[in-house]
């Protein structure tokens, strides 16, 4: 059982920073693919960034490459999603999930967050 809490939300203008955390409970968080989802109002649950147990190994979406950086520190059992060059579609809540391999669908996570806010202001 992993249970996950994001923080570091918040509002942002366009072009700048914020940096979401994931602390995770359970002592297997270390073998767990870690990733995050966000979703807009009115749209699904989307990928965004994913990283391998070890953290060896990133994916990313399309609209987060160059911008986003996911990296992983499990002796603190949390993972991180440093945003910058943050733009308005950026707007959504922004959801940490566990699973047990890497997939860019909602589906296969076992365990979610219950998300934090971030909006973009241009």
């Known amino acids: 059982q992993v249970q996950l809490v994001e923080s570091g939300g918040g509002l942002v203008q366009a072009g700048g920073s914020l940096r979401l955390s994931c602390a995770a409970s359970?002592?297997?968080?270390?073998?767990?693919?870690m990733a995050w989802f966000r979703q807009a109002p009115g749209k699904e649950r989307e990928f965004v960034a994913a990283i391998s147990w070890r953290g060896g190994t990133t994916y990313y979406a399309d609209s987060a490459k160059g911008r986003f950086t996911i990296s992983r520190d499990n002796a603190r059992n949390t993972v991180y999603l440093q945003m910058n060059s943050l733009k308005p579609e950026d707007t959504a809540v922004y959801y940490c999930?566990?699973?047990?391999?890497?997939?860019?669908?909602?589906?296969?996570?076992?365990?979610w967050g219950q998300g934090t806010q971030v909006t973009v202001s241009s």
């Open positions: 359970g002592r297997t968080f270390s073998l767990y693919t």
């Open positions: 999930a566990a699973g047990p391999r890497y997939s860019d669908y909602v589906g296969e996570y076992d365990y």
